[in-house]
């Protein structure tokens, strides 16, 4: 099979915009996570400085991308994705705000002549757009592939939550006893991914596999079994040994049902005795840019030797004794799982490792 290495990465959220600034700014235990007037409710989320449009932040995270990693997007074999749940939608009465829209501007502004692809599969959508990025690479037609997740809220998403009593009203506290909610983000991030031979240098962090699984269990609740979680662990974990997987970073959001179900898959998956940590403390859910943003801090954590810890937990509150710790600590092991769930059921795992170790 194919292997895939990622050879750049790019930033755009409130706690800076570069990859390393924003390691920093996580390890000394900072968050945008702050509460805003507006709505029927007040609620707490990280957000951008306005003014703000989807595509210039789309365009910034990629661009950087595209000089970390060194290339010439405009080269022929090169794809471009986006992934995103709701792209522009505040400006709806305005602009063509469709997904394929804003797709079409940032491949064409970045120089990318391939027909640019969308995926919006609801909080998965980042996982699962690197999924697909991996897929055009291994079919053989692209060399190189830009991800993006860009994720911007508005009225429409936040009164959605609200409607469904999801939102905390307070900071966020994944996996703790006292948990009552997510909280919202902002921020758009991207990685460029390549055919690992054109970059076998031990430096680069490889794509190694990714699963995507639906349980069909309710429209807006997870399974209350992981079944979906734990079937998409259940496919990656035969590419990793168990003593070289550093973490699982988890989706993590703080609702009730969602940690209760990552516990219960991570369970029944056998990963224990296996550090686990979520982000969403520092940036909020930031819904389609999550599964890249969360990577790209994890894989920056994982080079500094660390295991970031879960910002807003104290107490263990999920039936299954998951390592959650609030505490940074040392990492043991060149691999991590990033690991997603979302409304419909769906539900996602990718698997990183540094350095192309077999």
Partial sequence: MMRVGIIGTGLVTPLGNTPAGVLAAVREGKSALALHPGFPEPYFAS???????????????????????????????????????????????????????????????????????????????????????????????????IVVG???QSSFIVTGFQSLKALSVEPCKPFDANRIGLNLGEASAAIVLTCHSERSEESVWELVEGAIRNDANHIS???????????????VLPFVDKKDLAFVNVHGTATVYNDEMEAIALSRAGLLDVPVN??????????????????????????????????????????????VSAQEREAHGKAFI??????????????????GAQ
């Fill in 150 to 152: 860009t994720e911007l």
């Fill in 221 to 235: 609740g997870p399974s209350r079994t992981g079944e979906g979680s734990y079937n998409a662990l259940r496919a």
């Fill in 47 to 145: 957000l951008l400085p306005r003014p703000v449009s989807f595509e210039e932040v789309s365009l910034q995270a990629a661009r950087a991308a595209v000089q970390s990693a060194g290339i010439d997007a405009s080269a022929p074999a090169t794809g471009f994705v986006l992934s995103s749940i709701k792209g522009d939608i505040e400006h709806i009465d305005k602009v063509d705000v469709s997904l394929a829209y804003s797709a079409g501007n940032i491949a064409r502004a970045l120089g990318v002549s391939t027909p640019p692809v969308v995926v919006s599969n609801a909080c998965i959508s980042g996982l699962a757009a690197l999924v697909q990025g991996m897929r055009m690479i291994r079919s053989g037609q692209y060399k190189q592939v």
């Fill in 338 to 355: 990033k690991l997603l769930s979302g409304f419909g059921g769906v539900n996602g795992a990718l698997l990183f490792r540094k350095g």
């Fill in 278 to 323: 979520a982000l969403k403390g520092y940036f909020g859910h930031t819904m389609g840019a999550a599964g890249i943003l969360e990577s790209i801090l994890s894989m920056e954590a994982l080079e500094a030797g660390v295991v970031l810890p879960t910002r807003g937990f104290s107490e263990l509150g999920v039936s299954a004794p998951v390592q």
